[in-house]
Each structure stands twice: as structure tokens, then as C-alpha cells.
């Protein structure tokens, strides 16, 4: 789901989308957040676009380190799988950092 979808989302009050990731679900509840204390007047219109500028961009970071993570977890597997002494060597050691 894309930033403006999710932000038109929680601004019309909609119900938390399905199968979020959880950089995703933490960008949904801090928007609903922002969109409730706005609705209360707890925000000006100002304070609220400022706010959201700034989600999006860790909404951008928080995605792109998600697919770096999904990406090293992919090469973990794999590297796993390998047969070759010098590699199951150097996977035996990373594995035992984590």
C-alpha cells in the first residue's frame, strides 16, 4: 500500500488495512494518531502537514530497509542450502553472531 493510500485511509477513518508489514502498521497508527488529534483540535492544519510530511519520509526509509532485510534473509537461505565446505564454514560463523 502507498503512502497516500494508507493517508486517505485514516483520515476518512477506515479500518486498518490487512497484511500490513509492520514498518507499514506503524505509519498507520501514527497517521490515524495524527488525523484523531487534528480532528480534535488538538493540531493545526499546519502542525498535521508537517507531521505527515515527515511520516512519509520515514515511511520511505522504514520500506526500503524492510526490502533490505527480506533481501539478506533471501541470501541467508540460500547460503544455507550450499554444499561447499568454505561457505557452510562462513555461515556457521554468521549464524552464531545473531
Known amino acids: 500500500m502507498d503512502f497516500e493510500e494508507m493517508n486517505q ?6 479500518p486498518e488495512p490487512d497484511g500490513l508489514t509492520p514498518a507499514e502498521r ?3 497508527l ?3 494518531l495524527l488525523y484523531e488529534l487534528h480532528f480534535h483540535g488538538g493540531l493545526t492544519r499546519e502542525e498535521g502537514v508537517t507531521y505527515k510530511q515527515e511520516l512519509k519520509k520515514d515511511y520511505e526509509r522504514n520500506l526500503a530497509q524492510e526490502a533490505e532485510w527480506l533481501r539478506a534473509g533471501t541470501a541467508m537461505k540460500l ?5 561447499n565446505p568454505e561457505v557452510k564454514k562462513i555461515v556457521g560463523e554468521v ?4
Do not use: H, N, P
Open 95 to 98: 549464524g552464531t553472531m545473531f
Open 79 to 83: 547460503l544455507r542450502q550450499s554444499e
Open 26 to 28: 506503524m505509519i498507520w
Open 9 to 14: 485511509r485514516a483520515y476518512d477513518r477506515k
Open 30 to 32: 501514527a497517521l490515524r
